[in-house]
């Protein structure tokens, strides 16, 4: 039997190679004889340089960028061929912001990242986004790739009150925003509603917070605004597609990147994985993508998650044929303090399930 193995990362816990990896070390103790395929997953968010990178080669520049408070952090540029691959977590990440200060939090250091990977020789730049703890539209990426303004562009959101008039950079390079969500800049489903909260956000700030972008758009473009994915990291994708960028759903461009419909093709199994699988799954993340094209193949697919949060009438339309929750199969303790080993024990108990 060959299995394909195509998981996200585990946020905060497994990166998709290592969650990759759990699996297959799991599935091999009940199923020896089995052929597994390891393609490890990204939507655009965290991991997506490590997962192209593995499947594409190139050459790794490591550099360090300004972080969401202005503090020093590591990155690295993906330069395969002339395309350079960033992502935007490495500079502005939830990790880094801690869920914190949000409203003073900036994006300058992305920019850092676009204008790095330029001068390493890139005429397309590829920006995973996803993961973000910044909610500034993008203002910090335009000041670090020249934009100026008559309010600070690189101090957040919060600098953004009373913003009239904007200059733009131009840049000799092809952008593509590799995005995981298609909302717009503002409004009921735009950055600040739909993620301020988990970024640190307070309920009673949000309509304050959407305003502050509101101005942000009038200063700018508000058509732009109105753009599938320009609320994508906190209106990130607004400020690229205001210097000309494409979009392209992360979870396709990783697809295409892996060769994932020919390998999904080749096997009898297609076994994905994330964090938490929940409605949010339909919106562009990995598990959808990947049963997407196991279901174009006419493969089976399973899901193995840290927590399962949908029934399963709603687990069988985003095309997964059976979910396992770690938490659920080994415990909170058990999956928190040991991911690695908790998944690979889920893996050996869905092998001895699926495993022909």
């Keep these: ?3 394909l193995v195509a998981p996200d990362s585990f946020a905060g816990t497994l990166s998709a190679v290592e969650a990759a990896d759990a699996i297959a070390a799991g599935w091999r103790r009940h199923a020896v004889d089995d052929v597994l395929d390891l393609a490890p997953m990204s ?21 360090v960028v300004s972080g969401p408070f202005g503090d020093p952090v590591p990155a690295t540029v993906l330069l395969a061929g002339h395309t350079g691959y960033v992502e935007s977590s490495q500079a502005c990440g939830l990790q880094l912001t801690g869920g914190e200060r949000a409203e003073h939090a900036t994006t300058f250091g992305v920019g850092e990242l676009v204008a790095a990977a330029v001068a390493a020789g890139a005429t397309r730049v590829v920006v995973g986004l996803g993961g973000s703890g910044t909610n500034d539209g993008g203002a910090g990426l335009l000041a670090a790739l020249g934009a100026t303004a008559d ?3 690189d101090r957040g959101v919060a600098a953004l009150e009373g913003i009239s008039s904007v200059q733009l950079p131009e840049l000799a390079v092809e952008l593509v925003a590799a995005s995981d969500v298609e909302s717009a800049l503002t409004g009921l489903f735009g950055a600040t509603k739909s993620s301020g909260p988990q970024k640190g956000i307070p309920e009673e700030r949000l309509p304050a917070v959407d305003g502050l972008l509101e101005d942000w758009a009038a200063a700018t473009d508000r058509r732009t605004a109105l753009a599938k994915g320009a609320g994508a990291a906190g209106g990130l994708g607004f400020a690229l597609f205001l210097l000309g960028a494409t979009r392209e759903p992360g979870i396709d461009l990783v697809a295409g990147a892996v060769d994932l419909h020919r390998r999904a093709r080749e096997a009898d199994l297609v076994v994905t994985g994330e964090g938490a699988f929940d409605f949010s799954s339909r919106s562009g993340k990995v598990p959808y993508g990947v049963a997407a094209v196991a279901a174009e193949a006419l493969r089976p697919c399973v899901a193995l998650a840290g927590q399962v949060l949908v029934g399963s009438r709603e687990m069988r339309a985003l095309g997964i044929e059976s979910a396992y929750s770690l938490v659920d199969m ?9 991911p690695s080993g908790a998944l690979a024990d889920v893996a050996a108990r869905v092998a001895r399930s699926w495993s022909a």
Excluded: I, T
């Design 1 to 3: 039997m060959r299995v």
């Design 43 to 63: 939507d655009g968010g965290p991991g997506f340089v490590d997962v192209l990178h593995a499947a594409l080669g190139g050459e790794l520049e490591p550099v």
């Design 151 to 153: 309010r600070p562009l």
């Design 330 to 338: 080994v415990g909170e303790e058990r999956a928190f303090g040991d």
